[in-house]
């Protein structure tokens, strides 16, 4: 299992389209991915929990990957985060 803490630096956080990107990235691997913000923790491939974390711009969530693709999931889903795309 690979943790990363990530400072969000997306434009509009993790809401909306960035969410919608972040979702669909999550969704094409296999690993178990999940976000956590405020002791609250949400499938990374679940629209609906990710909105749901309420995660602005400049808030720090941690990434938890679990699985055979655990670091491509989290070196692309931090990317996601950072605004690197």
């Given amino acids: 299992m690979v943790e990363r803490m990530v400072t969000i630096r ?3 956080g993790l809401h909306a389209r960035p969410a919608a990107l972040f979702v669909q990235a999550a969704a094409k691997y296999s ?3 999940s ?3 405020d002791g609250r923790e949400a499938n990374a491939k679940s ?3 990710v909105l749901a974390l309420g995660a602005g711009r ?3 969530v ?3 990957a679990e699985g055979p693709d655990e670091d491509a999931a989290m070196e692309r889903l931090v990317s996601i985060l950072s605004g690197d795309i």
């Fill in 58 to 60: 400049g808030s720090v």
């Fill in 10 to 12: 997306t434009e509009a």
């Fill in 35 to 37: 976000v956590l913000k």
């Fill in 47 to 49: 629209i609906l929990e």
């Fill in 31 to 33: 690993s178990r991915l």
């Fill in 62 to 64: 941690t990434l938890k």
